[in-house]
Nanobody, 119 residues
Framework: QVQLVESGGGLVQAGGSLRLSCAASGSIFSIVVMGWYRQAPGKQRELVAIISSGGTTNYADSVKGRFVISRGNAKNTVNLQMNSLKPEDTAVYYC?????????????WGQGTLVTVSN
């Protein structure tokens, strides 16, 4: 089993930067992909960025060129560097992981961290 804990959210002015981190514990060697999703008030949860165990990344069009997802020095961490933040980036950001347990592929979510971008 895998557990996720996020950190790094907060309040920032438009144009500023924030860095989110997510630490996984448990069966970390079974992790296939880790990523970040976000949910703004009144909207559905959406993909922000993901990174595979092999390092392949994928980004939402709305954050391409501004956000960078990376694995930490410890393989059980994933970071999201958010630059040139916009008010529309305001949301609760959730860390997500897909991992393999036996023959099954399972999914786990972190508790979420709030990012607020002011004008």
């Amino acid at each position: 089993q895998v557990q996720l804990v996020e950190s790094g959210g907060g309040l920032v002015q438009a144009g500023g930067s924030l860095r989110l981190s997510c630490a996984a514990s448990g069966s970390i060697f079974s992790i296939v992909v880790m990523g970040w999703y976000r949910q703004a008030p009144g909207k559905q949860r959406e993909l922000v960025a993901i990174i595979s165990s092999g390092g392949t990344t994928n980004y939402a069009d709305s954050v391409k060129g501004r956000f960078v997802i990376s694995r930490g020095n410890a393989k059980n961490t994933v970071n999201l560097q958010m630059n040139s933040l916009k008010p529309e980036d305001t949301a609760v950001y959730y860390c997500n992981s897909h991992y393999k347990e036996g023959s099954r592929y399972l999914e786990v979510w972190g508790q979420g961290t709030l990012v607020t971008v002011s004008n």
